[in-house]
């Protein structure tokens, strides 16, 4: 044992002094790697910090912006026009169906007469294609001075015969009887530049046509009449209203131009102010006394608009009583089913339509031009506004809703079909699978991860959309609502999209859960008798629920912030979608907050209002993830009592 | 040989291992064990660690299946007279049959009442009233009734340690089992819980019969009524408790009652 030597020891002062040889300027090299490793893992909160303010810095512009545009938009007076021209847009839905149904009505007589003579015209027109060039020749040939007869004529006998080359060509369609292709075939061969007459069998089906549409204009005469007073009564409501509109925009565009010129001479005005060259400042005063304008009169042009107050009212009311008449007189019944289903909707909407008219008349009066526009109904303007309308001559309106509902529609569908594919599959593959099973779930799920979402979207446009339009066309599914659906790009095809993107965070993060549930109470299970299932689903799966839950949350934040996708598959209509369809909505086009950021962005001018809007739309959806990513967080802390 | 005498006169012994040997894969863990639990009894398993008692605990309600490659080679073990690996024998209906109570509390993360209630719905019991019946007899059996009965809904994870243990004595008596196997119940206790786990199971073993594992021969003897002795897989003694510890027969029982292993 004492065999081995005993090192010598160091004088005791030096075994406490701290080593100075390795030192890198003065600091101990343990605490720079610590700075070092330290100071990474601050740069991503950095980062953070710096996305924050730049959004906000950019976005909240937007508030004062937008309530200087609604201000002119009131002050002009175009505010004023939009009370009686946003109920009358209605107008246009009306005519057009009463318009349907009229002519599927005339169709039930007039169809065959139509059909001949639009089958004789396009078969004219063939052969009229396909003899271009001698036609050409001869006409040329004609119009010559002076005329060369023999050119002409051997023009017009290479006509003659490409005409009947090309009559004898043609397909006639089986409208025609034997007789009637034979007389139209000679017909066809024997057209010339000079004759502008239609031949006569094409001129008698003309004949036949106007006959059969006059017969049924009188069999429908009550349909007819109702649609054309209806269609009349707009006009003079509908000029009265473009005058005013015309005036405010006129005033409208008058007031910016001002403002925009007030606000260059400001800022020249105060460049010269600290200029100090006197020649520049000279030349600087001097282009801001140019850039003056006339300050528009607002009262003034508003009064010319207000003053007609009284006379729009009594439009508006005419308006309705001749509507309502031409309601009372639409009659019971139509040409078709179709046309009949369109009359009654027509019928019971236009009495709806007329109250809205009146109601919008009674407005008017409360209308002040002044009234100033608080930044609060600015926030609930953009918040809760239903509309999102870019680049309009009228005026611009940034409403939030229809992206907001796009947004949640399709995160809604996503989290749906995702949730139980991922949650399922991470019980299975956490339960029940076998280890070579593991192995090879686990990776292919994780993967999906890598495919670049536009590859994603570009499936959805090929693949996804062209799929559920024919089976939305498949006859034993008709009872599905929604279908058969008008558009390939929508929501649901943008959801199953997003729900596929978020299947591998949800399956691992569910999985993970799953995996953390301690295995002594699946020892207790089994202790107690329970079979496999009944562990997973009385055990297992509620005390990993947590996990499971965060893992949705997750992905609900994934399919949120997702772009590509449903920039390329969604549809992008800026509408609200059209609820009153039911679950079928699903199956309409939308837009969302993210698609419309990335699809604007780039086209707008720098520090305009809609720019500041996209910002401000930025702001929401990054306060939505950090939202939904804290919810997560907190629910995985609520329920993890095997932690505890 | 005392063993022997004392079955004749009392009813055919509840769990009976007959010549068994058990293996994990290749490497065998039991040697030729032969084992007799008498009715309403506690049996204690003690032993060196790594020396099987736990695995042998574990072959009585077929634990073991649960390890993959891990099998009886020979022999066989025998509950109520009926041999446990038949093919006809349900694995459910055993485990209702025997029950077990863990090394480390384990009630789920569910309320008091759910723990105790788990085995019965399990085993298909929705009526309120049994349910209800049920939870309270086994409380009550676990000395836990009075400690509870006022919050049967509270989450059974914010009871003491000791009352955990307790609980889960409750959820494996709730089936009304004939057999109760306790894989070192007290390990992770204090002394006082200990001491109340220890009365209990002499309340226990009026109802039904208890194997219990432990490495703490004096809870052996003040706990069982017959003793095993087991070492590297082999049973090297099996007698009644104050006979083993007082007398032993084998001179392994005596140097590991003594402390001093060669």
């Known amino acids: 044992m004492n065999s081995l030597p005993t090192p010598s020891r160091p004088p005791l002062r030096s075994v406490l002094l701290r080593s100075r040889k390795h030192t890198i300027l003065g600091v101990d090299p343990q605490k720079l790697i610590k700075y070092f490793f330290g100071s990474n893992a601050s740069v991503a909160i950095i980062v953070l910090v710096l996305i924050m303010v730049f959004l906000l810095r950019e976005g909240i512009d937007f508030l004062p912006t937008y309530q200087r545009e609604l201000q002119t938009y009131r002050r002009a007076g175009l505010e004023f026009c939009d009370i009686i021209d946003q109920p009358l847009q209605r107008n246009q839905a009306l005519s057009s169906s009463l318009r349907q149904a009229v002519s599927a009505s005339l169709e039930t007589l007039s169809k065959p007469a139509r059909d001949r003579r639009d089958a004789a015209f396009l078969l004219k027109r063939q052969v009229e294609d396909k003899t271009a060039r001698p036609r050409e020749s001869l006409t040329q040939a004609l119009e010559k001075t002076p005329p060369a007869p023999e050119q002409i004529e051997v023009f017009r006998r290479e006509l003659a015969e490409a005409s009947a080359a090309a009559a004898k060509a043609l397909e006639y369609p089986a409208v025609f009887s034997a007789a009637e292709r034979e007389q139209l075939q000679r017909e066809f061969s024997a057209l010339t530049p000079e004759v502008t007459d239609l031949p006569p069998l094409v001129q008698k089906l003309v004949a036949d046509f106007s006959a059969k549409d006059r017969e049924a204009r009188t069999k429908f005469a009550a349909l007819v009449t109702a649609q054309e007073e209806f269609e009349e009564a707009t006009e003079p409501l509908q000029e009265v209203v473009d005058e005013l509109k015309a005036k405010a925009l006129e005033t409208k565009e008058k007031a910016v131009e001002f403002e925009v010129l007030e606000t260059n001479r400001k800022r020249l005005l105060e460049a010269a102010a600290t200029e100090t060259d006197p020649k520049e400042k000279a030349s600087l005063t001097k282009e801001a006394e140019e850039s003056v304008s006339e300050a528009v009169d607002l009262e003034e042009s508003i009064k010319e608009i207000t003053g007609r107050t009284a006379e729009l009212r009594e439009q508006v009311e005419k308006y309705a009583v001749v509507i309502e008449k031409a309601a009372a007189d639409l009659p019971k019944d139509a040409g078709t089913g179709a046309a009949r289903t369109l009359v009654n909707d027509v019928r019971e909407g236009i009495p709806v339509h007329a109250r809205e008219m009146r109601a919008a008349a009674g407005k008017l009066e409360g209308w002040r031009w002044d009234k100033p526009v608080s930044i609060f109904s600015v926030i609930g303007a953009f918040f809760f506004g239903t509309q999102w309308i870019t680049n309009s001559s009228w005026q611009d309106f940034f409403g939030f809703v229809p992206l907001l509902t796009g947004s949640l529609v399709i995160a809604a569908i996503a989290i749906l079909i995702a949730t139980p594919v991922s949650v399922v599959a991470a019980i299975y593959t956490n339960q029940f699978a076998s280890e070579r099973e593991k192995e090879m779930i686990k990776p292919v799920i994780e993967f999906i991860q890598a495919i670049p979402s536009v590859v994603l979207g570009f499936i959805g446009i090929s693949l996804v959309g062209n799929l559920i339009k024919d089976v939305s066309e498949w006859s034993w599914l008709q009872w599905v609502p929604g279908f058969p659906i008008q558009e390939r790009l929508n929501m649901f095809n943008a959801g199953c999209l997003l729900a596929f993107m978020a299947v591998p965070t949800m399956f691992s993060l569910s999985e993970d859960a799953l995996n953390n549930v301690p295995r002594a109470y699946i020892d207790a299970s089994d202790a107690l008798g329970a079979t496999k299932l009944q562990t997973v689903f009385r055990v297992i799966v509620p005390a990993g629920i947590s996990g499971i839950l965060s893992a949705i949350l997750l992905g609900l934040g994934r399919v949120v912030g997702e772009t590509m996708v449903v920039l390329l598959v969604a549809g992008n209509r800026i509408a609200i979608p059209d609820f009153s369809a039911g679950p079928g909505v699903i199956f309409h086009p939308a837009h969302t907050l993210t698609g419309i950021i990335a699809q604007e962005l780039g086209e707008v001018s720098r520090g305009s209002s809609h720019w500041q809007a996209l910002f401000m739309v930025g702001i929401v959806l990054f306060a939505i993830s950090l939202l939904v990513n804290w919810c997560a967080r907190a629910v995985a802390r609520r329920f993890e009592p095997h932690k505890a | ?262």
């Not at chain 2, 506690?42 to 649960?66: E, Y």
């Not at chain 2, 009886?72 to 038949?86: M, P, Q, R, S």
């Not at chain 2, 025997?98 to 085995?119: C, D, R, T, W």
Request: charged fraction near 25%; glycine fraction near 4%.
């Open chain 2, 1 to 262: 040989m005392s063993a022997d005498s004392t079955a004749q006169s009392t009813p055919p012994p509840v769990v009976q291992v007959r010549d068994m040997d058990f293996s994990y894969g290749a490497s065998k863990a039991l040697f030729d064990i032969n084992l007799k639990v008498e009715y309403h009894r506690v049996t204690a398993l003690i032993g060196p660690s790594g020396c099987g008692k736990s695995t042998l605990l574990r072959c009585i309600n077929r634990m073991n299946d649960r390890v993959p490659s891990a099998r009886v080679t020979k022999g066989e073990v025998l509950v109520k007279g009926k041999n446990i690996h038949d093919a006809d024998v349900d694995l459910t209906q055993l485990r209702k049959q025997v029950g077990m109570v863990f090394q480390k509390s384990n009630p789920f993360p569910k309320s008091i009442y759910e723990n105790v209630a788990y085995g019965l719905r399990i085993h298909g019991e929705k009526n309120k009233s049994v349910l209800d019946e049920a939870v309270e007899r086994s409380l009550s059996h676990a000395a836990l009734w009075e400690e509870l009965k006022d919050r049967l809904h509270a989450n059974a994870l914010a009871l003491s340690g000791g009352q955990q243990q307790r609980l889960c004595i409750a959820r494996a008596i709730a089936t009304v089992p004939d057999v109760l196997l306790m894989d070192e119940p007290c390990s992770a206790l204090d002394p006082i819980s200990t001491l109340k786990i220890e009365e209990l199971m002499h309340q226990l073993a009026k109802e039904f019969t208890v194997v219990i594992v432990t490495h703490n021969m004096q809870q052996a003897v003040r706990v069982s009524d017959y003793t095993a002795f087991l070492h590297l897989g082999k049973l090297v003694e099996f007698a009644p408790t104050e006979e083993l510890f007082t007398n032993p027969r084998e001179k392994l029982t005596e140097s590991y009652l003594r402390g001093t292993f060669s």
